[in-house]
């Protein structure tokens, strides 16, 4: 393996980002640390996983669709795409397994979502292992590899004074060639899993909440929820979105999406004032059941990724791993 030592790393970054857009996670952004475009100046956080994940890069928070221009010739003129590679320095692995769940949302089963196909095509994912686990940490539990990404185009380990390099895709090889320069050979091995305060036991949990539909155990859940959106906000694999119209002058305008969450009361209603979910009960038994039970189901792996950070933020206290945990205690019929 090779590595650079911390030290060193700016060079590195300085190195990469001649490659394209570089994004860096930084905890010198205000109230909430993020994925932000490197320069010198930017203050790197590689010590923990951001308020925000790298989503927004893939799934910008608000994107134009298109401009468009109506009158006696109606036209509609898409956003153009970007050309530059797009690179994602320290993604955590539970990130990094939230790509994979977006990549099976917006490009498989007959559906090809152009606008994020368009910059995926451009991303190389740079994962960082974690070493230590926060409190709220529980993606272990969720089939995620905390030290060893799966889907990350090179893999870095924390080695104690150094970082160390793994190219794992042709894209991830000829990376490491760019910066080989600023690399050499260590004899560090890799860095054992961490352990974890959190446990969120997921065995067996897809063929019981199959039969839960109509259990009271939603009653008790959505009791705290106060329905604000927090969780799906921060979370790195939620993928619901709104599209909206903004006329800019008389005749022509652009459409644009947004994110959007099905925690909002008004996310299910429909034309003609008819909500599907109309209640909180409703609301938080599909997004349990979205992220540990249909997704599964569908794709063959769970939509929570075990990152933490909607127990970590949440206003209200809500947990998604213990109730994972509660499921221990439930029976069900059949």
């Given at each position: 393996?090779?590595?650079?030592?911390?030290?060193?790393?700016?060079?590195?970054?300085?190195?990469?980002?001649?490659?394209?857009?570089?994004?860096?996670?930084?905890?010198?952004?205000?109230?909430?640390?993020?994925?932000?475009?490197?320069?010198?100046?930017?203050?790197?956080?590689?010590?923990?996983?951001?308020?925000?994940?790298?989503?927004?890069?893939?799934?910008?928070?608000?994107?134009?669709?298109?401009?468009?221009?109506?009158?006696?010739?109606?036209?509609?003129?898409?956003?153009?795409?970007?050309?530059?590679?797009?690179?994602?320095?320290?993604?955590?692995?539970?990130?990094?397994?939230a790509i994979r769940?977006?990549?099976?949302?917006?490009?498989?089963?007959?559906?090809?979502?152009?606008?994020?196909?368009?910059?995926?095509?451009?991303?190389?994912?740079?994962?960082?292992?974690?070493?230590?686990?926060?409190?709220?940490?529980?993606?272990?539990?969720?089939?995620?590899?905390?030290?060893?990404?799966?889907?990350?185009?090179?893999?870095?380990?924390?080695?104690?004074?150094?970082?160390?390099?793994?190219?794992?895709?042709?894209?991830?090889?000829?990376?490491?060639?760019?910066?080989?320069?600023?690399?050499?050979?260590?004899?560090?091995?890799?860095?054992?899993?961490?352990?974890?305060?959190?446990q969120a036991n997921?065995?067996?949990?897809?063929?019981?909440?199959?039969?839960?539909?109509?259990?009271?155990?939603?009653?008790?859940?959505?009791?705290?929820?106060?329905?604000?959106?927090?969780?799906?906000?921060?979370?790195?694999?939620?993928?619901?979105?709104?599209?909206?119209?903004?006329?800019?002058?008389?005749?022509?305008?652009?459409?644009?999406?947004?994110?959007?969450?099905?925690?909002?009361?008004?996310?299910?209603?429909?034309?003609?004032?008819?909500?599907?979910?109309?209640?909180?009960?409703?609301?938080?038994?599909?997004?349990?059941?979205?992220?540990?039970?249909?997704?599964?189901?569908?794709?063959?792996?769970?939509?929570?990724?075990?990152?933490?950070?909607?127990?970590?933020?949440?206003?209200?206290?809500?947990?998604?791993?213990?109730?994972?945990?509660?499921?221990?205690?439930?029976?069900?019929?059949?």
């Amino acid at each position: 393996m090779k590595a650079v030592s911390k030290e060193k790393l700016p060079a590195l970054l300085e190195e990469l980002a001649k490659e394209g857009t570089l994004y860096v996670p930084s905890s010198a952004t205000g109230d909430m640390s993020r994925f932000v475009p490197w320069k010198s100046d930017v203050q790197v956080d590689l010590e923990h996983n951001t308020t925000m994940s790298p989503k927004d890069v893939l799934f910008p928070q608000t994107e134009v669709l298109y401009n468009y221009k109506f009158g006696e010739e109606n036209t509609a003129e898409p956003s153009p795409p970007g050309s530059e590679k797009i690179i994602v320095f320290g993604v955590r692995p539970c990130d990094v397994q939230a790509i994979r769940c977006l990549d099976e949302v917006f490009l498989t089963r007959t559906y090809v979502d152009s606008f994020y196909k368009e910059k995926r095509d451009r991303l190389i994912i740079i994962s960082l292992g974690c070493t230590v686990a926060e409190e709220t940490c529980f993606c272990k539990d969720m089939g995620v590899n905390p030290v060893e990404a799966e889907g990350a185009d090179l893999v870095m380990f924390d080695l104690d004074g150094e970082y160390g390099f793994e190219a794992k895709t042709d894209q991830g090889k000829e990376i490491a060639k760019k910066i080989d320069s600023h690399l050499s050979k260590t004899n560090k091995k890799k860095p054992q899993a961490p352990s974890f305060k959190l446990q969120a036991n997921s065995k067996g949990i897809v063929e019981k909440l199959q039969k839960m539909f109509e259990h009271p155990i939603w009653e008790e859940v959505c009791q705290k929820c106060i329905g604000c959106g927090t969780c799906a906000f921060l979370c790195p694999s939620c993928h619901c979105f709104d599209i909206n119209c903004k006329n800019t002058g008389a005749c022509d305008g652009f459409r644009y999406r947004t994110w959007d969450a099905c925690m909002f009361n008004d996310y299910a209603l429909m034309a003609g004032g008819h909500d599907v979910r109309p209640s909180k009960v409703e609301r938080i038994r599909n997004r349990y059941l979205h992220k540990l039970l249909f997704f599964k189901e569908r794709y063959g792996m769970f939509l929570c990724t075990g990152c933490g950070r909607c127990l970590r933020e949440c206003p209200a206290g809500m947990n998604i791993a213990a109730f994972i945990n509660q499921l221990e205690e439930v029976t069900v019929d059949g």
